[in-house]
């Protein structure tokens, strides 16, 4: 099995920073696209950011030139960079990663539980 785990949330006023981390760990033999996705309450969760194995991002709109991923292959690692930080990105942030446990097998979506972030005004 593989575990994703988050860090990094809490409560920010509005125009701060906060770094989100998540971790892989377990039966994990390689890791393709990683992401981040964030839930607010009432709404559908929406993908924040991607990368790829290879290093290439993508970004919701609403984000883009304020938020920006990155990752450690070798931590198994990825992060979520957040400035500028608006009262409108208050949600729960969820770690995404499609991970294969073995060269023979194919790979599986995995999630974490999600991290609180909380823009004041």
């Known amino acids: 099995q593989v575990q994703l785990v988050e860090s990094g949330g809490g409560l920010v006023q509005a125009g701060g920073s906060l770094r989100l981390s998540c971790a892989a760990s377990?039966?994990?033999?390689?890791?393709?696209?990683m992401g981040w996705y964030r839930q607010a309450p009432g709404k559908q969760r929406e993908l924040v950011a991607g990368?790829?194995?290879?290093?290439?991002?993508n970004y919701a709109d609403s984000v883009k030139g304020r938020f920006y991923i990155s990752r450690d292959n070798a931590k198994n690692a990825v992060y979520l960079q957040m400035n500028s930080l608006k009262p409108e990105d208050t949600a729960v942030y969820y770690c995404?990663?499609?991970?294969?446990?073995?060269?023979?097998?194919?790979?599986?979506?995995?999630w974490g539980k999600g991290t609180l972030v909380t823009v004041s005004s």
């Open positions: 377990g039966s994990i033999f390689s890791i393709n696209a």
């Open positions: 990368i790829t194995s290879g290093g290439s991002a």
């Open positions: 995404n990663a499609d991970v294969r446990s073995g060269s023979w097998l194919a790979f599986r979506n995995y």
